[in-house]
T-cell receptor, first 111, second 113 residues
Framework: GENVEQHPSTLSVQEGDSAVIKCTYS??????FPWYKQELGKRPQLIID?????GEKKDQRIAVTLNKTAKHFSLHITETQPEDSAVYFC??????????FGTGTRLTIIP | IAGITQAPTSQILAAGRRMTLRCTQD?????MYWYRQDLGLGLRLIHY???????GKGEVPDGYSVSRANTDDFPLTLASAVPSQTSVYFC????????????FGPGTRLTVL
């Protein structure tokens, strides 16, 4: 199947500003969309996820929105801090098939 | 509680050699996974196991084999390593199905010369 497309590949934002990363999927059967954060030299860790029956989910400074019509979902980080600097991966799950990851976005927070 | 561990941390291997990467979890998770991470390509699934005794192929299975003799261990074997298998390998586990949180190990950096 097709991979989920993730943009941008790199993103730099001023500390305190917001960051948005977008992923586009192809299969309308996709029903689960997690986001993983990987700090430099560390392992990926789940930070937030959303299922297809929900349009938005928030957890403090991070949120994920899902647009099923357009087949895209986005990660929003507000009031960015230096510790938000990392590589972020989206993923999608089509039906009960395998989870497929995007190619990652390297986010740099400029002090 | 260790969570999920991998060994070795890093390895340099001559092409043609056989190598087994080890992965152990103590969380009693049913599902385990192996990914490779290459710059610009993200995380790609090599093999997975939904439960002990079963395995399945992922996106890039060629040149790799796995076994799942018990719940805790999920070794990945490269039968005859090639330079294109140079990568960082992550093992992960989850309680059950694909929509459960995957917990990743610390990774193994493998260089094939």
């Amino acid at each position: 199947g097709e991979n989920v497309e993730q943009h941008p590949s790199t993103l730099s934002v001023q500390e305190g500003d917001s960051a948005v990363i977008k992923c586009t999927y192809s299969d309308s059967a996709s029903n689960y969309f997690p986001w993983y954060k990987q700090e430099l030299g560390k392992r990926p860790q789940l930070i937030i996820d959303i299922r297809s029956n929900v349009g938005e989910k928030k957890d403090q400074r991070i949120a994920v929105t899902l647009n099923k019509t357009a087949k895209h979902f986005s990660l929003h980080i507000t009031e960015t801090q230096p510790e938000d600097s990392a590589v972020y991966f989206c993923a999608d799950l089509r039906g009960n098939e395998k989870l497929t990851f995007g190619t990652g976005t390297r986010l740099t927070i400029i002090p | 509680i260790a969570g999920i561990t991998q060994a070795p941390t890093s390895q340099i291997l001559a092409a043609g050699r056989r190598m087994t990467l080890r992965c152990t979890q103590d969380m009693r998770h049913n599902a385990m996974y192996w990914y490779r991470q290459d710059l610009g390509l993200g995380l790609r699934l090599i093999h997975y196991s939904n439960t002990a005794g079963t395995t399945g192929k992922g996106e890039v299975p060629d040149g790799y084999s796995v076994s799942r003799a018990n719940t805790d261990d999920f070794p990945l074997t490269l039968a005859s390593a090639v330079p294109s298998q140079t990568s960082v390998y992550f093992c992960a586990s989850s309680v059950g199905g694909w929509s459960d949180t995957q917990y990743f190990g610390p990774g193994t950096r493998l260089t094939v010369l």
